[in-house]
């Protein structure tokens, strides 16, 4: 029997599997984050650790390709040094996609639609036939709206706003800061610029459960993600000129498990396109490996 090895490689984690070829996982492993726009280094090692811990496994000898879908591969120079790395490592052929497509073939398999991720960062893409696109994805410094760390730095913002006009701290400032263990805005300085991307992205955590508790302030900061991931979608719907009944695959805690993004989300799209159906599922995205495979090989890539 022969497998194909599945990688998703993510702001916070990345995950490797092994599937045979009825999408069945035989064996898993985790480590740390994959995009190599955070750490190029760093990224790397994770991804290839995940790799080389499905070789190592009892599956190994009998894969016959690598699919890895990389948060950040389309950066210049990344997927080029990515291959060279992987062709010097191991004599299996390897591909290398953005983590949204390996999700979007988990959940939509070859069909026409858009796949929307919203979790540390954010993007959408999507496929019309032999036509394919993004909208977002362009990282935390340019963009990322509608993400968990879009959403972070949208509160301190606020808080900063209100320090320098000032304004009392709003109930929600006066919480962060508090949890923080800072007295003031100008402790911010010293979390935000010593804080990685994921440090900063899961004090959205802490907000969610602010809002869990009634906090109106928290709960628009999540509607207005949702919002914002709604015209996200909406931009690459015109931009793929996909008809309705449109198929939108969710991923990431945001869209998943976050009710206020997710509500928001779904009605603003509705109202924007009319007919979605909105598909989710618990699937781990490396699982999408397999869809990609065969799409390749059948352009013979």
């Not at 960062?121 to 696109?133: D, F, H, L, P, V």
């Not at 931009?239 to 945001?254: F, I």
Request: proline share 2%; net charge negative; charged share 20%.
């Amino acid at each position: 029997m022969t497998y194909i090895i599945g990688i998703d490689a993510g702001g916070t984690k990345t995950t490797g599997l092994i599937l045979d070829a009825q999408q069945n996982i035989v064996f898993q492993i985790e480590t740390g984050y994959g995009n190599p726009n955070v750490n190029f280094k760093e990224a790397l090692d994770n991804v290839w650790g995940a790799v080389a811990a499905c070789l190592n496994s009892q599956y190994g000898k009998d894969c016959e390709a690598i699919v890895a879908g990389v948060a950040g591969i389309e950066a210049e120079g990344n997927r080029k040094r990515f291959k060279e790395f992987f062709s010097d490592k191991t004599k299996i052929p390897a591909i290398f996609v953005n983590d949204a497509v390996l999700a979007y073939h988990a959940l939509l398999n070859d069909q026409n639609g858009i796949l929307t991720i919203a979790g540390t960062g954010s993007i959408s893409y999507g496929r019309n036939e032999e036509k394919e696109g993004y909208s977002g994805g362009w990282g935390h410094i340019l963009g990322d709206f509608g993400s968990a760390y879009d959403i972070a730095i949208q509160v301190f913002r606020q808080i900063t706003k209100e320090a320098d006009q000032g304004l009392p701290y709003s109930p929600l400032s006066q919480a962060l800061i508090q949890e923080l263990g800072i007295t003031s805005a100008d402790g911010l300085k010293g979390f935000i610029y010593n804080a990685t991307k994921g440090e900063i992205a899961s004090i959205s955590s802490f907000i969610f459960a602010e809002a869990q508790n009634g906090n109106k302030e928290a709960q628009r900061f999540f509607r207005n993600a949702g919002v914002q991931l709604g015209n996200q979608t909406f931009s690459l719907f015109k931009k793929l000129e996909l008809d309705g009944p449109l198929k939108v695959g969710c991923k990431g805690s945001l869209l998943e498990k976050n009710p206020y993004v997710k509500e928001k989300f779904e009605s603003h799209l509705q109202k924007l396109i009319g007919d979605v159906e909105f598909i989710r599922n618990e699937v781990t995205p490396a699982v999408g490996a397999l869809s990609v495979a065969l799409l390749y090989l059948k352009k013979g890539a």
